[in-house]
Every structure is written in C-alpha cells, then in structure tokens.
T-cell receptor, first 115, second 114 residues
Framework: GQQLNQSPQSMFIQEGEDVSMNCTSSSIFNTWLWYKQDPGEGPVLLIALYKAGELTSNGRLTAQFGITRKDSFLNISASIPSDVGIYFCAGQLGFGNTNAGKSTFGDGTTLTVKP | ETGVTQSPTHLIKTRGQQVTLRCSSQSGHNTVSWYQQALGQGPQFIFQYYREEENGRGNFPPRFSGLQFPNYSSELNVNALELDDSALYLC?????????????FGPGTRLTVL
C-alpha cells in the first residue's frame, strides 16, 4: 500500500528559529494535508494543498505541494513554545465522496521548542 | 457550529470482548472516517461512511465494522478484541465536495485491551 515517509522524526530547536520538515511518497497524491496533534487530542488541520507546485501560508506556517506530486514540505518561521507538538502530513487521492476523507498519514515529526 | 465529538474518552476492555465507539460529526458534514492511531505512529484509515453506507475500507479485518446514522453520527464496532487493538481511535468528519478534502478530527477514544 501507499506509505508516507516524514522527516525528520524529531527536532529540537530554540525559540525563534525556523523549522523545515518534509514528507515523501512512492506514489502520487492529489491532495496534501498538514496536521498538528497535541497530547491527548485529535489532529488539527493546518494547511490543505490541492495543486502541484502550490505554496500556501497560514500565519507563520507555509506548505508546498511538490511538483512531482510525491512530496510536500512544511516550514514554520520564528518558532514559539506553543508550536510544540507532533506534525503529520497526509495524502489523499482525490475529491468527492469517493476519496475525500481517505487519508494516508506519515508517522509524524515531533517538534520541541526550547525557550 | 459544533465540532466533532467522540465518546467515551477512555475505555478498558479485555481480550475477546466487543466494543462500540461513538462519533458525532461536525454540523453540516455528511462523511465520517475512522482511523486507528497506535502509539508513536500516524493514524491508519479504517473505513469511511457516506450517506449511511461504507465507502472505502483500509487494511482492517471484518471484525471492525461501522454504522452511520441519518443525522450523520457514526459508530465503530470492534468484535473479538485483541491486544493489538489498543490504540487511539479517531473519527473525522468532512463535507464531500469537488473543491475540498478537509477533514476535522475529534479528540479520540483511547482503547486499552488487557
């Protein structure tokens, strides 16, 4: 089946630093999603990408949909302590009732921010 | 607008028992997906319900089954529980559309099988 490889597995950074993480797949996805999960909670959607090459921002977060459709990147600028958590990428094949909601997830990047 | 809610929050069962987990979709959403998240891993897709019918299943055995009700709430049933079924079970709702694949997750039910 499809698998997503997320890297790095974990990151320890200083407050104020920028962060980059990525997600690669052996097969093509038509939608890429980035989520953040805090302990004891469900994942919260950060950014959704629908088009190859698309670059989308949400505050200090910027994500890109790779041109090959097999990868995606998430950047966090000027990190703050509340950025701590696990960041997941997820890929979906398409839209509509046939594929929406069927996400393949990576195993996450755990981010620790030191004040 | 209410978000996705799940019940119970935590549950402890013994091997061989059966369990039912419940999910209420976000208002206006017609699609519900269930995921299993083992410790230290990303969520794994179990199945999806759209208009009260199963609409796709991941690599899970038939003892994992579900229902979606007319109000779009949903249940996940697991029979003959095994130790490896211990995990966080997440429900996610979405509105099937041509322009959006956004899913919104509930807080999950933590199932422990002893």
């Amino acid at each position: 089946g499809q698998q997503l490889n997320q890297s790095p597995q974990s990151m320890f950074i200083q407050e104020g630093e920028d962060v980059s993480m990525n997600c690669t797949s052996s097969s093509i996805f038509n939608t890429w999603l980035w989520y953040k999960q805090d302990p004891g909670e469900g994942p919260v959607l950060l950014i959704a990408l629908y088009k190859a090459g698309e670059l989308t921002s949400n505050g200090r977060l910027t994500a890109q949909f790779g041109i090959t459709r097999k990868d995606s990147f998430l950047n966090i600028s000027a990190s703050i302590p509340s950025d701590v958590g696990i960041y997941f990428c997820a890929g979906q094949l398409g839209f509509g009732n046939t594929n929406a909601g069927k996400s393949t997830f990576g195993d996450g990047t755990t981010l620790t921010v030191k004040p | 607008e209410t978000g996705v809610t799940q019940s119970p929050t935590h549950l402890i069962k013994t091997r061989g028992q059966q369990v039912t987990l419940r999910c209420s979709s976000q208002s206006g959403h017609n699609t519900v997906s269930w995921y299993q998240q083992a410790l230290g891993q990303g969520p794994q897709f179990i199945f999806q319900y759209y208009r009260e019918e199963e609409n796709g299943r991941g690599n899970f055995p038939p003892r994992f089954s579900g229902l979606q009700f007319p109000n779009y709430s949903s249940e996940l049933n697991v029979n003959a529980l095994e130790l490896d079924d211990s995990a966080l079970y997440l429900c996610a709702s979405s509105l099937a559309s041509r322009t959006s694949n956004e899913q919104f997750f509930g807080p999950g039910t933590r199932l422990t099988v002893l």
